[in-house]
């Protein structure tokens, strides 16, 4: 078959291709957007992707993403910030989701995922024993486990809340009510949603 476009912008649309998301038609635009782009707007994009190795870091307390001349996450260290209270999450977007609610002043820990055995993700790869000596060093009273609300999640949950126990640890865990988004009919709702929101109903 005769080649259909130069090898080039074929690795491109390889690469694009790559990320989570993007399909090959996808994929296809974007190269296609960056072939006819302004050199200037692909040299920008090209420093930022470079950069994002070089300028940013894991933060050795919370694990959530700081840059790279900061010691420890200014969540953390922020004097207003209760470092008592702690919300447990998978991933380092996940503080965004929580920081833009403008309602959560406590402070975060990243576990770095979920435990998904299909996946090759276990116990050992998140950042557990971490989170529980930090309960016990800055005498937590209590943690959110802001997990999603997914198989795996919920799986992680109940290990963290079994891990606490075990470790002696005494602090007050909750979890992020579970309910019917805003504006989605019940009979559209999934069986793990509708679930949640019948253990989570409250008085009128």
Avoid: W
């Avoid at 996450?73 to 503080?95: C, F, G, T």
């Avoid at 770095?112 to 055995?117: K, L, M, V």
């Avoid at 602090?171 to 709702?189: F, H, N, Q, T």
């Amino acid at each position: 078959m005769a080649k259909l476009l130069p090898a080039a912008l074929e690795k491109l649309i390889d690469e694009l291709g790559r990320l989570p998301g993007v399909g090959a038609r996808t994929a296809e635009r974007y190269a296609y957007f960056l072939l006819k782009a302004d050199q200037h707007i692909n040299a920008s994009l090209s420093t930022a992707i470079h950069d994002v190795h070089a300028l940013v870091k894991t933060c050795p307390v919370t694990f959530a993403l700081i840059d790279a001349d900061e010691d420890v996450s200014h969540l953390y260290s922020d004097s207003d910030r209760d470092k008592q209270l702690i919300a447990v999450v998978e991933e380092p977007l996940d503080i965004v989701a929580l920081e833009r609610t403008g309602q959560f002043k406590g402070t975060y820990h990243v576990l770095g995922g979920a435990i998904s055995p299909i996946d090759g993700i276990g116990p050992d790869q998140l950042h557990i024993p971490e989170l529980l000596k930090r309960l016990v060093d800055d005498e937590v009273k209590e943690i959110i486990i802001a997990t999603n609300a997914s198989v795996e999640g919920e799986s992680t949950a109940l290990f963290l809340q079994r891990m606490v126990v075990d470790a002696g640890i005494s602090v007050e865990m909750s979890r992020l009510a579970r309910g019917i988004p805003v504006g989605v009919d019940l009979e559209y709702a999934d069986q793990i949603t509708l679930t949640h929101a019948l253990e989570g109903r409250r008085a009128l």
